[in-house]
Each structure stands twice: as structure tokens, then as C-alpha cells.
């Protein structure tokens, strides 16, 4: 277990829907990060947020948006989703935000849009 | 941009020998870091190793070391010893500031 917690586990909903992941980091981590797994494109660095602000930004869809609250959890919005989100969408944290820091993964949300 | 190529698809290896995994990327940088990710079936990610661009020496983790070569863009990783445990997916990673990229993984089956 690595104290990274995400809810759900599983989400299954229609296109043109919008969606919410939530996130937990660990306790003490400031730095949150999301990514996507799906069969079509792999693993994508999504955005990563630091005590609360933007720190780095991947291959985030306009569709898609994130924001880390004041007692760190983290939020992950899709909207007007596609067939082609369904993926597993993993968070991650870490104690700074530095590139080179551990980050610790989340068991991951699975997302089926039908 | 950037690339990371993971050139087998799968591997094999028998229990308790020893696996090298490939890597090559793609960069125009010359600071930036490099990471194994393994994925076992849970799903759950999990960092092997990391290795700084900028030192030569290369890093070990126990059973996982690795051969990073600067000048080529290589980053193999070497499993020793290998276990049943160590079945999974492995993921190589670069990052640079904003831009982390993964290769499309090697998956791992360990023989006893």
C-alpha cells in the first residue's frame, strides 16, 4: 500500500459525460501528479500540482482539468468525454516537486465511457 | 520531442538468472533524469530505480542495477537473481521539467 488513495476504483458512464477522480496523497507529500494508461497511447504525464499550484503540465486535454485543494487532495475532471478516454487514470505523490523525487502511485481509477 | 523506446515487447528469464531490459531515448538536453517503473499485475506502479543525467555512475537498487549510456541514450536495466516476484510490466520513464514521457513497456515473465 502506498498511501496514495483514489476514489473510485471504478467509474463507467456515457459520452458526453463529465466525471470527477479525486485523490489522496500521502500524508506529508505536497506534490500530486496525474497520468493516463490506456491501450492507445500508453502511460501520459497528465499535470502535476505543488502545494496547491500548477508545477508542471503534460498532455492534458482542454476537455480535462485538475486542482489541488488547500489540505492537498487533488481533483481530476473529464468532461464531454469520448470512447477513447476510457483508460485507467493514475495519481501519484511526492514529498517535493522536484522532477528527480520519488513519486508514490495510487491503485488508479478505471474509467469505461460507453 | 522526446522519445522513449522500449524495444521488447516481452522477456523471459529463468528463475534466479539474470535479465537485461532495453531503453533508448530521445533528447536534446543534457540534464535530465531517468526512471524504471515496474506495474505487477495490481496495476499498482512502482519505482525500481532512477539514475541523474548528470552523474556517470550508475545506479543500483539491490537486485536492479543499471547501464546508463549518456552519450548513446541507453538505459538498460539489469535484473539479478530474478524472482517470481519480480513478473510485472516495466515501464522506462524520462523526465525534463515538464516533459515526462514513457516508453510503451516491457513485459517481464520470470520461469521457475
Known amino acids: 500500500d502506498s498511501g496514495v488513495t483514489q476514489t473510485p476504483k471504478h467509474l463507467i458512464t456515457a459520452t458526453g459525460q463529465r466525471v470527477t477522480l479525486r485523490c489522496s496523497p500521502r500524508?506529508?507529500?505536497?506534490?500530486v501528479y496525474w497520468y493516463q494508461q490506456s491501450l492507445d497511447q500508453g502511460l501520459q504525464f497528465l499535470i502535476q500540482?505543488?502545494?496547491?499550484?500548477?508545477?508542471a503540465k503534460g498532455n492534458i486535454l482542454e476537455r480535462f482539468s485538475a486542482q489541488q485543494f488547500p489540505d492537498l487532495h487533488s481533483e481530476l475532471n473529464l468532461s464531454s468525454l469520448e470512447l477513447g478516454d476510457s483508460a485507467l487514470y493514475f495519481c501519484?505523490?511526492?514529498?517535493?516537486?522536484?522532477?528527480?523525487?520519488?513519486?508514490?502511485f495510487g491503485p488508479g481509477t478505471r474509467l469505461t465511457v460507453l | 520531442a522526446q522519445t522513449v523506446t522500449q524495444s521488447q515487447p516481452e522477456m523471459s528469464v529463468q528463475e534466479a538468472e539474470t535479465v537485461t531490459l532495453s531503453c533508448t531515448y530521445d533528447?536534446?538536453?543534457?540534464?535530465?533524469?531517468l526512471f524504471w517503473y515496474k506495474q505487477p499485475p495490481s496495476r499498482q506502479m512502482i519505482l525500481v530505480i532512477r539514475q541523474e543525467a548528470y552523474k556517470q555512475q550508475n545506479a543500483t537498487e539491490n537486485r536492479f542495477s543499471v547501464n546508463f549510456q549518456k552519450a548513446a541514450k541507453s538505459f538498460s536495466l539489469k535484473i539479478s537473481d530474478s524472482q517470481l516476484g519480480d513478473a510485472a510490466m516495466y515501464f522506462c520513464a524520462y523526465r525534463k521539467a515538464n516533459d515526462m514521457r514513457f516508453g510503451a513497456g516491457t513485459r517481464l515473465t520470470v520461469k521457475p
Open positions: 533528447t536534446s538536453e543534457s540534464d535530465y533524469y
Open positions: 501519484a505523490s511526492s514529498v517535493g516537486g522536484r522532477a528527480f523525487d520519488t513519486q508514490y
Open positions: 500540482y505543488y502545494n496547491g499550484e500548477e508545477r
Open positions: 500524508s506529508g507529500d505536497l506534490s
